[in-house]
Antibody
């Protein structure tokens, strides 16, 4: 069974870059798409984007100018960078696998990491 | 973006009840509709994918129906562990948007 674990700073200053990493165990990185989803009390669950390990990422247009996702196959890690953060980016960030054979549902999730944007 | 609207936003029910939650899409999403359960402080858990397919390990009291724009999640015989928040998500087109969630509380 795939296990995912997010890591990164829990506090980020406004205008700086939020950087998170998702490590996974078990399975092949080529089986899934990889996605980041965030959750805040104001916006609920928000899809940030997804990518296949060998393809171009697909980002939410509302965040596209600030988001970068990447996959490191050798380290078995999936990363998220979000630039120029504001308080509106405060949320719990989840990484998850997306199974194209299951209607592109998110079938395995990390436990989530709370990121607070504050000076 | 496709807008997803869930109703109700919350409901109270008793153990053993039959509960239904609806999700409406602003555009036709065929059967690209997923349901998740989320307990407080935990990540969402996939229950149903592609409108009606039960994820492995999910109890059969959960079921999903619908296609096009209207979908329903039904829990038949509510159990204590089912008190949680339920989210729908469309995966027909990006961005894969979510409903606002339905909180199922104990009556």
């Amino acid at each position: 069974q795939v296990q995912l674990y997010e890591s990164g700073p829990g506090l980020v200053k406004p205008s700086e870059t939020l950087s998170l990493t998702c490590a996974f165990s078990a399975g092949s990185i080529s089986t899934y798409y990889w996605t980041w989803i965030r959750q805040s009390p104001t916006k609920g669950l928000e899809w940030i984007g997804y990518m296949y390990y060998s393809g171009s990422p697909n980002y939410n247009p509302s965040l596209k100018s600030r988001v970068t996702m990447s996959v490191d196959t050798s380290k078995k890690q999936f990363s998220l960078n979000l630039t120029a953060v504001t308080a509106a980016d405060t949320a719990v960030y989840f990484c998850a696998t997306v199974n194209p054979g299951f209607g592109e549902s998110a079938d395995y999730w990390g436990q989530g990491i709370l990121v607070t944007v504050t000076s | 973006d496709i807008q997803m609207t869930q109703s109700p936003s919350s409901l109270s029910a008793s153990v053993g009840d039959r509960v239904s939650i609806t999700c409406r899409a602003s555009h036709n999403i065929n059967r690209y509709l997923n349901w998740y359960q989320q307990r407080p402080g935990k990540a969402p858990k996939l229950l149903i994918y592609a409108a009606s397919n039960l994820q492995q390990g999910v109890p059969s009291r959960f079921s999903g129906t619908g296609s096009g724009t209207d979908f329903t999640l039904t829990i038949t015989g509510l159990q204590p562990e089912d008190f949680a928040t339920y989210h729908c998500q469309q995966s027909s087109s990006t961005p894969h948007t979510f409903g606002q969630g339905t909180k199922v509380e104990i009556k």
